[in-house]
Each structure stands twice: as structure tokens, then as C-alpha cells.
């Protein structure tokens, strides 16, 4: 097996032994739960009728907001425990396939009217090939919907542990406890004109960036979190967290 076909297995199966733990954190999870997914959805819009490629599903929660929606979903993730999952969520009508977003994607060109990537490509040192990939499988005028960690988020975070890190450079970034369990999970953080100019040199278009608010019952949720938040505007709940872009073909 080569150095590169090594990395793509190991990623991929990175999240199997900790797959039901991480799925049960994350559903309720201000993060994942409060912020990321209803941003995702409110991004998405109406999606009745249409083909969404769910690139990078994990457990499923935005598969079950496309499904619930109307949506014709098809559901990619490099873990297979966590596809058993989101499959265990939706059913047997809708199509899930172990896929690696490092590799080429196994659609034929034009295949989707739109597409969602949510909190997966910090998993790749190269975005070339899979933003490409997603290019490429959307109809003209598809959007792609995508959620990344916020870069001055993870700099903060870097700079407040007493890291040494170069902001402009792509980094690696290693975990090794996930919900709570052991675990070998690599990060690649990098800076925001990165980001940016990844997602034009693959041909897209920057139509939205957002920074939104979580879900209103957030607060209500987690109290203590907002409580503690230190912020000149109380009235104001956003927080520094992910970075969310819309892009279109």
C-alpha cells in the first residue's frame, strides 16, 4: 500500500471505534447540534424535489433534514460505522456510500442540483481534488454549501494554549480524545485567504459567507455557556466558531 492510500485508509476509518459516542455528543452538542446544523439547513433552503449530494454525513443529521425536506439524498463518508448510523436514522431508501473525499468522487458529471459539506474538509491537507470533485458533479448554477472550523478560532484557540503556530501556514493539528474516547484524529487548520482562494481555484463562485447566531433555543439550552460569553452586546449571541460559504458552479 502506498504512503498516500495508507493516509486515505486511516482517515477513513478513523472515526469506527468511536462512531456511536461521537453521534450521541454530537446530537447534542451546542456546537453541532444548536449551530452547525440549523446554519446548514437555513443555508440550504427549500430543497424539494431536488438531487443534494450529503458529502461527508457522518451520523446523518443533515441526511434527515434533506430526507425531511423532500430532498432526493445521496449520503458519502469515509466512515462506515458512522453510515450505519445515519443509515439506522433514514431508512433503506436512500443511497449511502463509503467514500473518501480525497479521492475522486463516484458520480458522473452534472449529477446534483446542490451539495453540502459540513465540517469535513479540515480533515484534508489538499482541498484541490475534492473541491474540484464537487465542482464537478454539480449542475451548473448548483450551490455548495460549507461549514468549516472558523481559522481565527483555532489561531485563538492555538495562541491562548501557548502554541507556537504560524497562522498562514496549513498545519496539522492532532486529537487524540474525541466524546470522551481515545482517539487518532488529524486536523489541517489554515488561514482565511487560503480557504477563500482554495474555493476559487476550483472554479466556484463566493456568493454568501456567514458567521450566524445558533439556534434561538440555544440560550435556553446552555445557559451557563452564554452566561460566561464575554461580549460588549448580551443581546448579541453569536460566537466565534465556524465559518459557513455558500459557493455556486
Not at 476559487?200 to 445557559?223: K, R
Request: hydrophobic content about 40%; aromatic content about 10%; overall charge negative.
Amino acid at each position: 500500500m502506498s504512503n498516500d492510500a495508507h493516509q486515505v485508509s486511516r482517515r477513513a476509518a478513523a472515526y469506527d471505534p468511536i462512531a456511536q459516542a461521537y453521534a450521541t455528543e454530537n446530537a447534542t452538542s451546542l456546537l453541532n447540534e444548536y449551530y452547525n446544523r440549523p446554519a446548514i439547513r437555513q443555508l440550504l433552503g427549500d430543497v424539494a424535489g431536488k438531487r443534494i449530494l450529503d458529502a461527508g454525513c457522518g451520523s446523518g443529521p443533515t441526511l434527515v433534514d434533506l430526507v425531511e425536506g423532500g430532498a432526493t439524498a445521496v449520503d458519502i463518508d469515509g466512515s462506515r460505522a458512522l453510515l450505519d448510523i445515519a443509515r439506522d436514522r433514514v431508512g433503506h431508501d436512500t443511497e449511502l456510500r463509503v467514500t473518501d473525499l480525497a479521492e475522486p468522487l463516484p458520480f458522473e458529471d452534472a449529477t446534483f442540483d446542490g451539495l453540502d459539506c459540513s465540517l469535513a474538509l479540515h480533515y484534508l491537507e489538499d482541498w484541490q481534488l475534492p473541491l474540484t470533485e464537487m465542482r464537478r458533479v454539480l449542475k451548473p448554477g448548483g450551490r455548495a454549501i460549507i461549514s468549516v472550523e472558523h481559522p481565527f478560532a483555532i489561531w485563538f484557540a492555538a495562541e491562548h494554549e501557548g502554541k507556537e503556530t504560524n497562522y498562514f501556514e496549513t498545519r496539522e493539528r492532532r486529537e487524540t480524545d474525541m466524546a470522551g474516547h481515545a482517539a487518532d484524529i488529524t486536523f489541517w487548520d489554515r488561514s482565511l485567504s487560503t480557504m477563500l482562494q482554495s474555493f476559487l481555484n476550483a472554479g466556484f463562485h463566493i456568493i454568501h459567507v456567514d458567521e450566524p447566531g445558533p439556534a434561538p433555543e440555544a440560550q435556553q439550552q446552555f445557559p451557563d455557556f452564554f452566561q460566561n460569553e464575554e461580549s460588549p452586546d448580551r443581546d448579541d449571541p453569536r460566537f466565534l466558531a465556524f465559518l459557513f460559504v455558500v459557493l455556486q458552479a
